[in-house]
């Protein structure tokens, strides 16, 4: 009898070229945030393989844990072949584009990228990791209505691994209204 092959657990990045499905949550809230968010989610599609973008309303909020203006967010899905860090790399190269700058943590921001999820395909619902450069999924994704509240529209049967279901998290952030979030036309 031969030895089968061990598969490699489905928390392993992807190889180039195979393709995760992720979930990138934006946010901004200086200068135009509204046409920025809407550039910047052209410029995730670009990075999309074909066919596989999708991309929440806009949601507006007030600044949580955060300082000046109203926040405009949305969350995007989409496949991608690079591996996280690469992915992380293109995000970066984006918010610099969108010229954004880190003066103190949870500053105002031109645009800020997070990584909320990633490979949600995978048997355990997503791949998990923390290093010096990138948390997956994102710590403070389950906790705040700004990214739960686009991520249900996207994704009403998804669940956050080691968090839960994103619709019973939404309902929980629901409850605090500092946490309110109002979906904007247009
Ligand atoms: N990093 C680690 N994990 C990740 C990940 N999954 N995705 C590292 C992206 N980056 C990740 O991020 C700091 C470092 O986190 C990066 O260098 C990266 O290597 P940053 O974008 O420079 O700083 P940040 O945005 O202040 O940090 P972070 O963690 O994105 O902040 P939060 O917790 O997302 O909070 N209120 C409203 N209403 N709307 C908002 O969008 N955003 C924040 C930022 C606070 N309050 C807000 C909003
Ligand atoms: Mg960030």
Redesign the pocket.
């Known amino acids: 009898m031969t030895t089968p092959t061990p598969t490699p657990p489905a928390t392993t990045p992807p190889e180039a070229g195979q393709g995760a499905t992720v979930f990138i ?1 934006l ?1 901004a ?1 200086l200068g135009d945030a509204r046409a920025t968010l809407r550039a910047a989610l052209a410029e995730l599609e670009a990075l999309a393989q074909a066919g596989s973008f999708r991309a929440s309303a806009l949601y507006a ?6 300082s000046g203006p ?2 405009v ?1 949305a969350v995007a899905c989409l496949r991608t072949p690079r591996a996280p860090h690469a992915l ?1 790399d293109a ?2 190269a984006i ?1 610099q584009r969108f010229g954004r700058e ?1 003066p103190y ?3 105002p ?1 031109t645009l ?5 999820l990633f490979g949600v395909e995978g048997d355990d619902g997503g791949l998990r990791l923390h290093d010096e ?8 994704a389950a906790l ?1 209505g ?1 990214v739960l509240e686009p991520l249900a529209a996207l994704w009403p049967d998804g669940t956050i691994p080691g968090a839960g279901r994103v619709v019973d998290l939404l309902a929980l952030v629901r409850r605090d209204p500092a946490q309110r979030v109002h979906q904007l036309g247009g």
């Open positions: 949550g946010g809230n909020s007030a600044p949580v844990d955060s109203d926040y967010n992380l995000l970066q918010e880190r943590r949870n500053a921001r800020d990228l997070d990584v909320l450069r990138l948390t997956l999924p994102h710590p403070r705040r700004f």
